[in-house]
């Protein structure tokens, strides 16, 4: 098989990118919260773009077919990154960063943080019981130290890389706890617990987040046993095997569309010229669990 470049790349063109931007001028934000508005949105810019409507269509079989895509020349739009991003499903204004309502949050290496440590790997909403199929990275300003790469490994790739076929079975249970911040005055459950890697028909998903499973598990006890301990273990092992992970830098207009329940993604550290780097990110909602937030309810 030929050798082939992971993430695949599209470029959009520059008229396209004008014509995109130009017809996302005018939508304010805030009409944008609702489906509703976001698929009329698509809807009248893919009719009114056909060249954005192709492009779409490719990105997201290209996301569908290789977990992640990344579009180059993407105007530097919020409104845009939403409408482009309504494609996958339902952006979600909720659970996008510590606003409780914002469609695009805007990741800022900034000056009260100069120095950030590595992003280890994790996926995004991992306490949520349907976490965003999908995420959209769309690099504002890149570290112009060429720091503060974006980096990728796959929850089938990371799967592969555990030998002990009773580990794979135990990263399966529903027992790992994930510590949840807590809200002064709320009696709600400090640890929420799922199952960190899962074998299905559709290949293998993952939830993790390093930094609420350590905190779950401390507050968890003996409450997770050896048997769970040790399956954890070999999979955070197998996250630092240094031939998994894809590492890219995302340049300037680049989005990065990737699958959140199949992809682990991080960045390597920004140091003091990364000051700015900015990326702005969208989460959404596949089909399928607004068909299941539809039966709940
Ligand atoms: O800064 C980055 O490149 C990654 C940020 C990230 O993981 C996120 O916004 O979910
Ligand atoms: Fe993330």
């Known amino acids: 098989m030929p050798y082939m470049a992971w993430p695949p790349r599209l ?23 609702s489906e509703r508005t976001q698929q009329a949105a698509l809807r009248r810019a893919r009719e009114g773009i056909p060249e954005l409507h192709r492009l779409l269509d490719e990105a997201v079989t290209a996301l569908r077919v290789s977990l992640a895509v990344v579009v180059e020349n993407f105007p530097l739009d919020t409104t845009a990154l939403v409408i482009a991003a309504a494609a996958l499903g339902r952006v979600d204004p909720s659970y996008n960063g510590p606003n409780p309502d914002s469609l695009v949050h805007d990741v800022v290496d900034s ?5 950030r440590d590595p992003d280890p790997f994790h996926t995004d909403s991992p306490l949520l019981a349907h976490p965003h199929a999908y995420l959209g990275l769309l690099c504002v300003r890149p570290s ?18 555990i ?23 709320s009696d709600e459950p400090s640890v929420t617990t ?29 409450a997770l046993d050896e048997e769970h301990v040790s399956a954890l273990r070999a999979f955070e092992r197998a996250l630092e095997s ?3 992970p894809t590492v890219f830098l995302l340049r300037a207009g680049e989005l990065l569309l ?23 990110r969208v989460k959404v909602h596949d089909r399928e669990y607004e068909k299941a937030m539809a039966r709940n309810s």
Not at 144 to 161: E, F, I, N
Not at 172 to 179: G, I, L, R, V
Not at 263 to 280: F, N, S
């Open 11 to 33: 470029v959009m063109t520059d008229s396209t990118a004008v014509a995109l931007a130009d017809f996302s001028s005018t939508w304010r934000p805030e009409e944008l919260k």
């Open 194 to 222: 799922h199952p960190i890697l899962t074998m299905s028909g559709g290949g293998a998903t993952v939830r993790y987040c390093p930094v609420r499973v350590t905190a779950g598990v401390e507050r968890a006890g003996q």
């Open 111 to 115: 000056e009260a943080r100069p120095y």
């Open 242 to 244: 240094q031939h998994l």
């Open 144 to 161: 112009p130290a060429g720091d503060g790469q974006t980096v990728l490994v796959s929850a089938a790739d990371v799967a592969a890389a």
């Open 258 to 280: 990737l699958d959140n329940r199949r992809l682990l993604h991080g960045r390597t550290d920004v140091g003091p010229e990364g000051v700015g780097r900015h990326l702005m």
């Open 163 to 185: 030998a002990d076929r009773s580990h794979l079975r135990a990263l399966q249970d529903p027992c790992y706890p994930f510590a949840v911040p807590h809200e002064p005055g």
